[in-house]
């Protein structure tokens, strides 16, 4: 089941705790800031069954661990050793301090459900073309769809073969 974020936030949150030592204007204090407008959990329903099953961990901030993963250009594992215990990025990902929010699987199956979201959804994109600089995908799109180990790699790689 597609698991939401609620708008309330909690007082032992790293956000509330440690927005300031952080920093407001740094790139983990903008994303602080804009939670809840980059991103809606509503947006990425289809990509969940509704009806059953456990909640999921909200893809509002797995799109939002995505974004700290480019950012500081980190592998999966560390993306989630990151979420873990780095002070910055739970203030980005407006957790608290000793939450552990997602396993590594959790991510890269998101990542995945995002790609193939995009390549079905656009049936005239080629993979390979899409990693072009020319291309109108932007740098963050290019990364995560060039770095085969950072994404479901049979994945990808039956795709390619399907676009040869």
């Avoid at 740094?26 to 980059?38: A, D, E």
Wanted: proline content about 4%; aromatic content about 10%.
């Amino acid at each position: 089941m597609l698991g939401l974020r609620t708008n309330q936030r909690g007082m032992f949150e790293a956000d509330h705790l440690y927005l300031d030592y952080v920093g407001r204007s740094s790139f983990y204090g903008f994303l602080t800031c804009q939670r809840g407008q980059l991103f809606n959990d509503e947006e990425f329903a289809e990509f969940y069954c509704l009806n059953n099953g456990r909640d999921s961990v909200p893809p509002s901030m797995l799109a939002t661990a995505l974004l700290l993963q480019t950012h500081d250009k980190v592998s999966d594992d560390e993306a989630t050793t990151r979420a873990d215990f780095d002070i910055r990025w739970k203030v980005a990902l407006g957790i608290a301090v000793d939450d552990k929010p997602f396993a590594k699987s959790t991510l890269q199956l998101f990542r995945a459900h995002l790609i193939l979201h995009v390549l079905l959804d656009s049936p005239q994109v080629d993979v390979r073309s899409s990693l072009k600089t020319d291309s109108p995908w932007t740098k963050t799109e290019r990364v995560c769809l060039s770095d085969r180990q950072r994404i479901n790699g049979p994945i990808i790689d039956s795709l390619s073969n399907k676009a040869e």
